[in-house]
């Protein structure tokens, strides 16, 4: 048999001969993955409206008045309120219709674009999160970024090096994973911020001033991307296409880079999605720690204060940000394996 068809019998499916592009899919099977985006987008509109249900009726259902609580925040004290004192309140807010009629204005109001005015700041929602959204997004992409590197590096240098190598970057990935938050956060905070005074302590905005924060956030997150990509990485290690590419010559570094970390990263990929979400959960507690501006705030005391709009808001946000990663986890895949397109 010739040297092409060696190569190409040894190549998996989709992979060809060294430089070599994957067959395009044919275009009857094309629409399939389209189809399947699609399903995705529709999916979208049901966890938001199934996020934003869930959010109105757990805070609209709470035991005590919310009239009273808005009235507390306003006049700084704790006490309760005669019904004649909390009716303008409650024929302001809406809180004297049935639970059942707020809540299809409140619908109706999201359907239109409306998220309504926050309780306590008197604010459109929107302005509100707008506002705060900025800090956490840049601290949850970057701690991302810090994740992906910090796992893709133990995996490429360790992964099936020697027992040694291999046993340490494991042992790391198995290490940070289960390191909490708030505990991580403190343990930075206090080495690099208070001991070596690298860092800001706390409210930095800048590009210094978010290191810290993203790392708290990138870490963990580091120990289960790594330890997803080891485990698929030294199974691509062993495929028949992996000796075809050390047999005509390319280095170990380049076989990993370029054949097995391609196959390896699918299921981390997958993580990445849930990781996005995940994280800005994550930066409640991060932006706390580090006395950062965010939603992490912003959530904490809309909820103490049963600020539905405003809790509403943030909860749907945080679901599209799961929605959204996962339909670009979808065309990541495809970018990565095109095979998956035919699917």
Known sequence: MSAPLVEAALAPHGEGRAGEEPATPPPGRRWRFWRRILFRLVGAVIVLWAAATFTF???????GSRATLLLNEQTGQQKQYTAAQLAPINHEYGFDKA???????????????NFGTSYEQHQPVLTIIARQVG???????????????????????????????????SGLEIVTAGLPYYWLGVLLLVVFA?????????????????????????IPLAGFLG???????EKVLEQPFVTSARARGMGDLQVRLRHVLRHAVLPAITLSGWALGALISGAVIVETVFARPGIGNVIVTA????????????????????????VLVDLAYALIDPRLRAG
């Open 99 to 113: 639970v059942i009629v707020q809540y299809f204005d409140y619908i109706g109001g999201l359907a239109h674009g």
């Open 135 to 169: 800090p956490t997004f840049a601290l949850t992409l970057t701690a991302l970024v810090f994740a992906w590197v910090i796992a893709l590096a133990l995996t490429l240098f360790t992964t099936r090096r020697n027992r040694l190598l291999s046993g340490l970057g």
């Open 227 to 233: 330890q997803v990509t080891r485990d698929e990485f």
């Open 194 to 218: 208070i001991d070596l005074q690298i860092f800001p302590v706390v409210g930095g905005t800048g590009v210094t001033g978010l290191i810290l924060p993203a790392l708290t956030l990138g």
């Open 303 to 326: 909820a103490q204060s049963r600020d539905v709009p405003l809790v509403s808001g943030v909860v749907i946000l945080v679901a599209a940000v799961y929605v959204v990663a996962n």
């Open 57 to 63: 009726f757990v805070q609209t259902l709470l035991p």
